[in-house]
């Protein structure tokens, strides 16, 4: 990979689901932060752009219920204004430009020009695909055309899993950071319409797709 229209993608690194006292911490999320900071450490050293989503919601969203299937829909979390909603220290983005999904904007060049313009940029979404109406994310996309994605985030077999599909389907080159990723256990013994996939399933989909399965420390490596 060249620094040349290359993004890294940092996916929902946010308190609720990687600290334990988050309101929908994902099992051995805390383990894989060393991992998260280095690549933000990078990304800031190389002057990569990195795109950081995260999911924002309010008590009106369609992903938030009380009685959650663990797949469409799901407990609380991320809720505007909190906590939770916020990226991790180690992730947190520097001085990014943010794009809110509840933006309204008349000015698409202007908004276009900003994001050129922004090593960090922040899209704040509402539903679990990025590449889904609440949510900027094609903007972005539109803006920066990336060619190549370095993939990292919570969790794989949700949010992370959607945006390497959207992804791959702009034709972009993509490397996963298997040690800085971490999925929701599963029941593998259900039938697979009523679960989320299992890691195996997912990295045998990806490496299937053309991407490319790296670890933390090697991403240096591949910069070129």
């Keep these: 990979m ?30 894989i932060i060393p991992e998260l900071k280095y690549l933000t450490d990078i990304g800031r050293e190389y002057g990569i752009r990195t795109i950081n989503l995260a999911d924002s919601h309010n008590e009106d969203s369609v992903e938030i219920s009380d009685t959650p299937d663990g797949i469409i ?54 539903q679990t695909d990025s590449f889904g109406q609440r949510s900027y994310l094609p903007l972005v996309m539109e803006a920066v055309e990336p060619k190549t994605g370095v993939l990292y985030g919570v969790v794989s077999n949700i949010c992370v899993d959607l945006v390497f599909d959207g992804f791959a389907n702009n034709g972009m080159r993509l490397y996963v950071v298997t040690d800085a990723i971490m999925e929701l256990p599963v029941d593998a013994s259900l039938p697979r319409e009523k679960r989320l996939a299992t890691k ?5 989909k990806w490496e299937s797709a053309g991407a490319k399965l790296i670890e933390a420390s090697e991403v240096v490596k591949y910069l070129g």
């Design 73 to 126: 829909t799901h407990p609380r979390h991320a809720m505007v204004g909190t906590w939770g909603a916020e990226f991790i220290a180690e992730t947190k983005p520097d001085k990014p430009y943010v794009l809110d999904w509840t933006s309204k904007f008349t000015d698409y060049a202007s908004v276009i020009e900003d994001i050129r313009a922004s090593r960090e940029v922040v899209v704040k979404k509402d």
């Design 200 to 204: 195996g399933e997912l990295y045998d």
């Design 2 to 31: 060249t620094l040349e229209h290359l993004i890294l993608a940092n996916v929902d690194t946010l308190n609720d689901f990687m600290r334990m006292q988050g309101s929908l911490y994902v099992p051995g999320a805390k383990e």
